[in-house]
């Protein structure tokens, strides 16, 4: 099983950016797929999670509204549109199939 994450960078309050996942080592299409980040001195916290089928989405409050999650099941590939990013959003991110196995990330940096 693995992750790599990528389209992450820097970004001015108010902006957007858009994370990809590409996943191998296994039968993506019938996992549910989830986004975690970890803050600078900060313990990792889940983000966004998406069902296999993409019939349902969730978030955590604090992205409630700005995120979207989705994926591609044809390209084994999920993807975090972020929009309103705010300094608080800052953190690597990373995408993971039950929080068990972890891609090295991509850095996100919301700053003026």
């Known amino acids: 099983v693995q992750f790599v994450e990528s389209g992450g960078g820097l970004v001015q309050p108010g902006g957007s950016l858009r994370l990809s996942c590409a996943a191998s080592g296994f039968t993506f299409s019938t996992y549910p797929m989830s986004w975690y980040r970890q803050a600078p001195g900060k313990e990792r916290e889940w983000v966004a999670t998406?069902?296999?089928?993409?019939?349902?989405?969730k978030y955590t409050d604090s992205v409630k509204g700005r995120f979207t999650i989705s994926r591609d099941n044809a390209k084994n590939t999920v993807t975090l549109q972020m929009n309103s990013l705010k300094p608080e959003d800052t953190a690597v991110y990373y995408c993971?199939?039950?929080?068990?196995?972890w891609g090295k990330g991509t850095l996100v940096t919301v700053s003026s």
């Open positions: 993971t199939r039950g929080a068990i196995v």
């Open positions: 998406i069902t296999s089928g993409s019939g349902s989405r």
